[in-house]
């Protein structure tokens, strides 16, 4: 009995031993197999990536769910990390740029000379447009005479770019504001030139002109007299319309037609010197009136639209230069700092009555075109006439006698020295820009005069 359970139990150790056995051996090969399998996905994979794109889409879609997320979460990690970079450089700029400004600050801004004025004669001075042409080199000779001087532009026609020079110094200061809305500051003197002056500018708002022109000049009047401040408007030749004496005397009531495209201008700037002189009779301020005539110079703006940019900037790029109507209407050109010298004569003189401020040098328009095509070396353009322009003056010259008399003025800057300077100023802004918006205010139906 037991010789027999021995035997029994030898005989399951042997069978344990041999399953055993068996299960190692088909385990191993198992594994074996899984590995050959491995490698072969491995060399089919990297198969795939030797394929060209069409090549790849021709093979079958295989599902690998397990790299899709390992790609997923790469490009989430990649793209954190741009992320942090890019908020830690535009923190670093901002630093930077703080810094910039800092010691921008400490380096001193160097300002055209200043003559210094004790208080006794140092003045505050509001000049209204005086970002724009004639404003700005305003600006300039009261900013250097030594007076305080706030400029006050809406910036319809005027840029910061002509008082830029000025930002920062104490004497200077700069508001942005349409007149046409009450303004309360306090001045001793108003030089009150705002207003769009050009043709096409101003006839394309004809109702914020005459606004600016009448409600704007009732607001500066009241001003000069709550704080009793003396006040030069800036009218203009327009107010004579298309004369009938010739030359214009400040005496000559004008010719204007109160519906044409021009009345806009014509007749606000008639209201605007009826208004001085009706608050000069009743409110007791004290008012000049210049008549500026055409005026030209550097800072005009290259699409102003008047007859000297418009044939300047056509000139210098060899473009057509267009002369309005035939070409026989006359003007009188007055370089700018002639102008500003007559208005602070004519501002710090005791004559009450309107001045004409102008050049009395006339030329016919189709003179005036020959004359800038040949002052600017090279030009190769032509000169051609299109269709007139409506209610055109036909002549113009300003009668001077009463500015020479009574302000001991004349215009300095003869017509050849004063467009070589604005030729200059013209060649430097299409060095600065190529665009050139060629702005007319009538169709180019032009015919070869030339
Ligand atoms: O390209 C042009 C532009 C203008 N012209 C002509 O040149 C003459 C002068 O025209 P501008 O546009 O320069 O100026 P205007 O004389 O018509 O008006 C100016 O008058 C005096 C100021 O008060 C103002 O600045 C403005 O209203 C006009 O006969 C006009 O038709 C051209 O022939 N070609």
Redesign the pocket.
């Known amino acids: 009995m037991i010789r027999q359970s021995l035997k029994f139990r030898k005989t399951l150790t042997i069978i344990c031993i041999v399953a055993l056995l068996i299960f190692i051996f088909l385990k191993l090969k198992q594994d074996k197999v899984y590995d050959i399998q491995i490698a072969k996905e491995d060399q089919k994979s990297d198969d795939v990536q030797g394929l060209s794109y069409r090549d790849f889409n021709r093979q079958p879609k295989k599902d690998i769910p397990k790299e899709e997320s390992i790609r997923k979460m790469e490009t989430k990690i990649v793209g954190d990390n741009t992320k942090q970079e890019l908020q830690e450089a535009k923190a670093r700029i901002e630093q930077l740029e703080k810094k910039l400004a800092v010691l921008e600050g400490r380096i001193p801004q160097k300002y055209p000379e200043v003559k210094y004025l004790g208080y006794k004669h140092r003045k505050r001075i509001l000049v209204t447009g005086g970002a724009g042409f004639v404003g700005s080199h305003l600006v300039d000779v009261l900013m250097m005479r030594g007076h305080e001087v706030i400029v006050v532009d809406n910036f319809f026609t005027g840029r910061k770019r002509n008082v830029e020079h000025w930002f920062g110094h104490r004497n200077f200061e700069m508001i942005h504001h349409d007149i046409v809305n009450p303004l309360y500051v306090e001045a001793d003197e108003i030089y009150h030139l705002a207003s769009p002056?050009?043709?096409p500018h101003y006839m394309q708002n004809p109702v914020k002109t005459i606004k600016t022109n009448t409600l704007g000049t009732i607001n500066m009047l009241g001003l000069a007299r709550r704080v009793g401040a003396k006040i030069l408007i800036a009218s203009?030749?327009?107010v004579y319309g298309d004369p009938m004496v010739h030359p214009q005397p400040e005496s000559y009531w004008g010719h204007v037609n109160p519906i044409g495209p021009r009345a806009c201008?014509d007749e606000g700037k008639r209201v605007a010197e009826t208004l001085a002189y009706s608050y000069a009779k009743q409110e007791k301020v004290v008012v000049r009136v210049a008549r500026?005539?055409?005026t030209y110079g550097p800072r005009m703006h290259a699409s102003d639209?008047?007859?000297?940019s418009?044939?300047i900037m056509q000139a210098l790029q060899n473009l057509t230069i267009?002369?309005?109507?035939n070409g026989k209407?006359t003007?009188s050109f007055c370089y700018v700092s002639d102008l500003v010298d007559g208005l602070l004569a004519l501002m710090d003189s005791s004559y009450t009555l309107p001045v004409n401020i102008g050049n009395p040098v006339e030329h016919t328009?189709e003179e005036f075109a020959v004359i800038i095509k040949d002052q600017v070396p090279g030009c190769r353009s032509t000169v051609a006439t299109g269709a007139a322009?409506e209610d055109?003056?036909q002549r113009?010259r300003p009668d001077i006698a009463i500015a020479e008399k009574h302000l001991h003025w004349s215009p300095k800057i003869s017509l050849q020295e004063g467009l070589q300077r604005t030729i200059d100023y013209f060649k430097e802004e299409l060095s600065r820009t190529t665009f050139y918006n060629n702005q007319?205010y009538m169709d180019a139906n032009v015919k070869l005069l030339h």
């Open positions: 002056a050009s043709p203009t030749s327009e201008y500026i005539f055409n639209g008047r007859v000297v418009n044939f267009t002369v309005y109507g209407q003007r328009i322009v055109d003056p113009r007319t």
